[in-house]
């Protein structure tokens, strides 16, 4: 296991969001949109996606038109103010969406736009295979999948499996009980494909001791970063977690990729 305090970034970074929008709880029958909004490789599109406990409120970032991959990024629990217009998870996206691959983000059921009633975990799961189908059948690109706190042990039991997921990305890991909450990490065990794992030095639900020894257990390629002086939702170190996230993928993914292009 490898731990350091932050990386270098080499590319050069998006625009930063100016502030954190928190998603109203409400259900809506809302008719599908598109938003065209400039960015470096195409646009923004807003759009809704069937899901099985109605429609998922959705931004997707476009990516460049020869994309060797396309990410799905998840939000923090929706019960406590988690959107898909989460800081932790904007800044992910646009870590992802520097290489030109194209990163969608959705609200889980109830959160925001998205129709439905929060499930604890179990519904959430199936959101998140929903969108990954919808990734595939839109790009027929190998996935990434990336997820903070609540999106994290959501997604990575859906993504690990998953064999178009090629690899993952967990912030924020909550291996500590929150409340009445506990997650089981059990499944990591059997994850074979490259696994990144970001948190923060004084992440309260994420004592370092408790992550190592979870990340430790794990088999191969994986890599733990934990970044100084960061609390669970990284504030004041988002730069430092865009760069750890472009840092890895850059050795994990492109350089993989220019030397084997995946078949698709």
């Not at 109203?24 to 646009?43: D, L, P």
Request: a neutral charge.
């Amino acid at each position: 296991m490898t731990t350091n305090s932050l990386f270098a970034g080499k590319i050069q970074l998006q625009p930063r969001c100016s502030k954190q929008h928190l998603g109203a709880k409400r259900n809506t029958f809302g008719c599908y949109s598109v938003m065209e909004v400039s960015t470096q490789y195409s646009s923004i599109r807003s759009l809704f996606i069937d899901g099985p406990a109605g429609r998922l409120e959705a931004l997707l970032n476009m990516g460049a038109e020869h994309a060797t991959y396309a990410a799905l990024v998840c939000h923090p629990h929706p019960l406590y103010g988690g959107t898909l217009h989460n800081k932790v998870v904007f800044h992910t996206m646009k870590a992802l969406n520097s290489f030109g691959y194209p990163v969608l983000r959705f609200n889980f059921r109830g959160a925001g736009l998205s129709q439905g009633e929060h499930d604890h975990g179990d519904g959430e799961a199936e959101d998140v295979r929903t969108a990954l189908d919808w990734l595939d059948r839109e790009f027929h690109l190998p996935l990434i999948f990336a997820g903070f706190s609540f999106g994290a042990a959501v997604g990575l039991r859906v993504g690990c499996p998953d064999a178009r997921v090629r690899a993952v990305i967990g912030l924020g890991l909550p291996v500590s009980a929150i409340d009445d909450r506990v997650y089981d990490f059990e499944f990591l065990a059997s994850c074979v494909k490259p696994k990144l794992f970001i948190s923060g030095d004084r992440d309260q639900f994420g004592p370092r001791a408790k992550l190592e020894k979870v990340v430790q257990a794990l088999p191969e390629p994986k890599k733990l970063v934990i970044i100084q002086g960061a609390d669970h939702f990284f504030e004041g170190r988002l730069r430092e977690l865009r760069d750890t996230i472009e840092a890895w993928v850059k050795e994990n993914l492109v350089e993989i990729t220019r030397a084997k292009p995946h078949p698709l």
